[in-house]
Antibody, heavy 117, light 108 residues
Framework: EVQLVESGGGLVQPGRSLKLSCVAS????????MNWIRQAPGKGLEWVAY????????YYAETVKGRFTISRDNAKNTLYLQMTSLRSEDTALYYC??????????WGQGTLVTVSS | DIQMTQSPASLSASLGETVTIECRAS??????LAWYQQKPGNSPQLLIY???SLADGVPSRFSGSGSGTQYSLKINSLQSEDVASYFC??????????FGSGTKLEIK
């Protein structure tokens, strides 16, 4: 069974940093691209970042480019999102999702990031 | 960037009814479109990919259609467990991968 389990969310002050993790199981992690997607409270879905299976290709949404860094450790079956210079508008539930030709067949349960003073 | 315009924003229908949700892309996306269902408090779940292919385990009352810039999700014989928000997403040209703004479906 495919499982994606996010962690690392919490309450953080504006301007500070936070690192999210997503541990994958039930499939060969190193064979798949991965994404971070977020959802602000009561709002829609916003794609944040993508990393290819071997980390050769990395893409970001313009809203986070230069502040967020996606990475992965295939030996640990883990996806990361390093978030810096956090803003109130980054407050959201952050999902990791497995990539397949552009759509997302598997999602984690999400980890909540709240940016507030 | 490709913009996805989804309608309606909310929808109320009776049990057993057929409902249709529309999604319009700002340019031709060549059927590179997915639909997701998100029940309250849960993560999104894939319903449809490639505009009309049913994802594993999805009931056959769900169907997708369309081409070019216009796509739709149809739910036949609406059931109580279909209460959810529905989102379309294009993957023809990325980054960025873009979603529609969502449709909230309720039972009348």
């Amino acid at each position: 069974e495919v499982q994606l389990v996010e962690s690392g969310g919490g309450l953080v002050q504006p301007g500070r940093s936070l690192k999210l993790s997503c541990v994958a199981s039930g499939f060969t992690f190193s064979n798949y691209g991965m994404n971070w997607i977020r959802q602000a409270p009561g709002k829609g879905l916003e794609w944040v970042a993508y990393i290819s299976s071997g980390s050769s290709y990395i893409y970001y949404a313009e809203t986070v480019k230069g502040r967020f860094t996606i990475s992965r450790d295939n030996a640990k079956n883990t996806l990361y999102l390093q978030m810096t210079s956090l803003r109130s508008e980054d407050t959201a539930l952050y999902y990791c999702a497995r990539h397949l030709t552009g759509w997302f067949a598997y999602w984690g349960q999400g980890t909540l990031v709240t940016v507030s003073s | 960037d490709i913009q996805m315009t989804q309608s309606p924003a909310s929808l109320s229908a009776s049990l057993g009814e057929t409902v249709t949700i529309e999604c319009r892309a700002s340019e031709d996306i060549y059927s590179n479109l997915a639909w997701y269902q998100q029940k309250p408090g849960n993560s999104p779940q894939l319903l449809i990919y490639d505009a009309n292919s049913l994802a594993d385990g999805v009931p056959s009352r769900f169907s997708g259609s369309g081409s070019g810039t216009q796509y739709s999700l149809k739910i036949n014989s609406l059931q109580s467990e279909d209460v959810a928000s529905y989102f379309c997403q294009q993957y023809n040209n990325y980054p960025p991968l873009t979603f529609g703004s969502g449709t909230k479906l309720e039972i009348k």
